[in-house]
């Protein structure tokens, strides 16, 4: 079994800065299985979407909507997946759940909530 768990959410003005962390723990043979990495988001009465995504050989993916102002990374020796939000607009407010990927299953974070307000 593996764990994830977020933290670095919060309460940011339009133009701020948010970084998001997110810790895996649990069978070391499992997190040795993980490929793809993820961050995604949702709102209430939305399906959760995919914001940026990062594969076990660092290529990456993002949302149109974040293109440009979000960037993931990764640190394998530490088993933790980082989101560096940049220019946050009102819009990002949203949960944010990290997603780990192995051939078999894919394991979720329980969130962090980001709201972007003045």
């Known amino acids: 079994q593996v764990q994830l768990v977020e933290s670095g959410g919060g309460l940011v003005q339009p133009g701020g800065s948010l970084r998001l962390s997110c810790v895996v723990s649990g069978s070391p043979f499992t997190i040795s299985k993980i490929s793809n990495m993820g961050w995604y988001r949702q709102t209430p009465g939305r ?20 293109k440009g102002r979000f960037t993931i990374s990764r640190d394998n020796a530490k088993n933790m997946v980082y989101l560096q939000m940049d220019s946050l607009k009102p819009e990002d407010t949203a949960g944010y759940y990290c997603n780990a990927k192995t051939n078999d299953y894919a394991y979720w974070g329980q969130g962090t909530q980001v709201t972007v307000s003045s």
Do not use: F
């Open 47 to 66: 399906p959760r979407e995919l914001a940026a995504q990062i594969t076990s050989g660092g290529s990456t993916n993002y949302a149109a909507s974040v």
